[in-house]
């Protein structure tokens, strides 16, 4: 395989809002373990959770359920912090996503400032990396950003697509190149690339087609889409759509 063109486009699904789901009603049901079990047996090549500090979603005991229950690897996305270190080095999940946190977002908004926390972050990757975990930063696609992702030696960075899901009109061909662009650059300098945020049926085409983005990860629209036609089915309509678009 040419690593800097990955053949296959891999897909993770972020199970977050199957949790959500089931904290709306304090119970067990549905549980994200069902989902993570469902991706696997209909060909997602990982899952993607978020543990937030206010566990709106995923708790802490979902990781090890998840992890436990099937064979796909875990991406954890977590905040920066010392208690999400302590925790990613407790489970040891196949990656570290580290993201941007603020409370009262809904989602995470932006892309992580890695150039302007370098300080934050060098000890945090350092230390995730020592622990075999591979580390991916969720950065905007720009080329300060991805020039520290590159100083702190991260093996991965996952572009946030939520400027390109939500631009219109030209703007949307403008927020593809750059991710195009940034995409390329990352893996001329030996990081691959991932995409994710906002990604739907009818945007991912186009991000699916850039030849080095080696991976996507969506949550909120598949399981959205869930809710009228099972998790199977959606996954894999995306999956069918990302194959279409890598040719
Ligand atoms: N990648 C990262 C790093 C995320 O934080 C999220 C969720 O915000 C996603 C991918 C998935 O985004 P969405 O739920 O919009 O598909």
């Known amino acids: 395989m040419n690593a800097l063109f990955p053949a296959r486009l891999r897909l993770g699904v972020n199970i977050d809002h199957v949790a959500t789901i089931r904290n709306a ?13 469902i991706v696997a047996a209909v060909g997602g090549d990982g899952i993607t959770a978020h543990l937030r500090e206010d566990r709106r979603h995923i708790r802490d005991e979902d990781l090890a359920r998840i992890q436990a229950s099937t064979s796909l690897p875990l991406n954890l996305e977590m905040a920066a912090t010392d208690e999400m270190l302590e925790i990613a080095l407790r489970h040891k999940p196949h990656a570290a996503c580290i993201v941007p946190e603020r409370r009262e977002e809904r989602t995470t908004e932006g892309g992580l400032d890695a150039a302007g926390q370098h300080n934050r972050l060098a000890p945090i990757v350092q230390r995730l990396t020592d622990a075999g975990i591979r580390v991916s930063l969720f950065i905007a696609p720009e080329m300060r950003q991805l020039d520290a992702a590159i100083r702190l030696g991260a093996p991965v960075v996952e572009f946030h697509t939520g400027e390109y899901a939500h631009a219109e009109g030209e703007q949307r061909a403008v927020e593809l190149k750059r ?12 990081i691959e690339p991932h995409a994710g945020h906002g990604l739907t049926y009818d945007n991912v085409q186009p991000v ?3 030849p080095q983005i080696a991976e996507l990860n969506i949550g909120h629209y598949l399981i959205g889409e869930a809710v009228f036609v099972g998790l199977e089915n959606a996954v ?4 069918e759509l990302m194959d279409a678009a890598r040719g």
Do not use: E, K, S, Y
């Open 25 to 37: 009603r304090g119970g067990a049901h549905p549980d994200p373990v069902r989902a993570a079990q």
């Open 179 to 190: 991710l195009a662009d940034m995409a390329a650059l990352a893996a001329r300098n030996g």
């Open 208 to 210: 699916a087609a850039i």
């Open 236 to 239: 894999r309509r995306m999956r």
